[in-house]
């Protein structure tokens, strides 16, 4: 009964969050938008207020530990394949300096406004017992974010991956998320508790990339160029891959941070071969996608609040999406102003940086299982990261041009 019961939850988030998502494609926005707003339609706002009894039935909170087991399985996959994929587009070197002025004041700017923000919202929106420095510094990742995936989708679908602009926006949101991933370690480290926890946290962090660079990286480095030289692993080495992925998931998971850090660090460490990275998005990536992050979604739905949008919470919510378009749209193109770029050229690549998808929601989940944020500010956060994306699409229509008709075949993750 209790597996009849998980298939009937994972079938209805299925259909509703691929019904949502062609619905978006429609109006020309990544399908993922629409999973995404599949969460809201699955959580209490929508679907909890339409049909009470049937809702409070279907996620009753006794049947969800296999959701989220499913979810965390999907975040991690899904980490893996980004670090995998991060890396330097071609070009970078010559203009690292750009990207590097793009990238970090695409990401200061917005934290610092996160920080300047954090007095009126941790009153009212912090749980109780979370001090104001570890709330504050959570504010300031998560209003630096950007997602690479989602970039590299819009600007693949619009052929200018290979522009000027779109190598100089690819590099800087690398580098963005770099610096945001490291500062969000640093305060889930820094929340974990006192001074001792921090020192464990810290130390074993460096000891695991220290491990995951100076020895897994040659590892599957030759094991990849003895067992798979075309780029295409066999099923046992498949297994290892992803043992590696699971183990280091774990291992940061033990630490105190999250899983995702782990398996992030470990898709970076593999070798930047293309016809890997195709393998992988054909066999990894495409369950993760598909299958496991409408989970994910549905989860975080649940997770929100009808009273964020009413009474003094609505003023908090307007000045969130104000503070994160205003901050990425402007830090990105400060930094591309004074790389030597135009206007047109730097607001396109601030637009570009203001896009966020579904590594925000990562962090909203993150900094939600640590305790920093509660369900009234996540379901904020969820608002900000929907609206911020698809803002991107008529904003780069506006400072670079439409985008030529789509050709080909749709990348596995659709803009996630």
Request: charged share 10%; aromatic share 8%.
């Amino acid at each position: 009964m209790q597996h009849s019961h998980l298939l009937l939850q994972i079938l209805i988030i299925l259909a509703v969050a691929r019904a949502c998502g062609w619905l978006l494609r429609h109006f020309g926005q990544p399908a993922v938008i629409g999973e995404m707003a599949a969460g809201f339609v699955l959580g209490p706002i929508v679907f909890g207020a339409l049909f009470p009894e049937f809702h409070a039935s279907l996620f009753a909170k006794d049947s969800l530990p296999g959701l989220t087991a499913l979810s965390n399985l999907g975040l991690v996959l899904f980490m893996f394949v980004v670090g995998a994929e991060l890396r330097a587009p071609d070009g970078v070197r010559a203009q690292l300096k750009s990207a590097g002025a793009v990238g970090v004041l695409g990401v200061l700017v917005p934290m610092a406004l996160g920080l300047a923000i954090s007095p009126w919202l941790h009153p009212t929106l912090a749980p109780a017992g979370v001090g104001f420095w570890p709330f504050a510094l959570f504010m300031a990742s998560a209003m630096s974010i950007t997602a690479f995936p989602v970039m590299a989708r819009i600007l693949k679908d619009r052929g200018m991956t290979q522009t000027g602009l779109g190598r100089l926006a690819l590099s800087s949101a690398a580098i963005a998320d770099v610096f945001a991933w490291v500062m969000l370690a640093l305060v889930l480290a820094l929340a974990g508790g006192g001074y001792a926890d921090f020192v464990k946290i810290a130390v074993g962090a460096l000891v695991l990339c220290a491990v995951v660079f100076g020895a897994l990286k040659p590892l599957y480095a030759a094991l990849l160029r003895k067992h798979a030289p075309d780029g295409r692993p066999g099923l046992m080495l498949l297994a290892a891959i992803l043992i590696g992925a699971i183990a280091c998931a774990a291992a940061t998971e033990w630490l105190g941070l999250h899983a995702v850090f782990g398996a992030f660090l470990f898709g970076a460490c593999l070798p930047r071969d293309d016809r890997l990275l195709r393998y992988l998005s054909e066999r990894v990536e495409f369950i993760a996608v598909v299958l496991l992050m409408p989970i994910v979604f549905a989860l975080a739905g649940l997770n929100t609040r009808a009273d964020a949008f009413a009474g003094p919470a609505l003023w908090a919510l307007l000045l969130i999406l104000v503070v994160a378009v205003l901050g990425k749209i402007a830090g990105g193109a400060a930094g591309a102003r004074l790389a030597g770029y135009g206007w047109r050229d730097s607001l396109a690549a601030g637009s570009l940086m203001n896009a966020r998808g579904l590594m925000e929601l990562i962090v909203m989940k993150v900094g939600l299982d640590a305790g920093l944020i509660g369900p009234e500010l996540f379901t904020m956060l969820l608002v900000m990261a929907i609206v911020t994306t698809v803002m991107t699409g008529p904003l780069l229509n506006l400072f670079a041009g439409r985008a030529p008709a789509p050709v080909g075949g749709h990348a596995p993750r659709d803009g996630a």
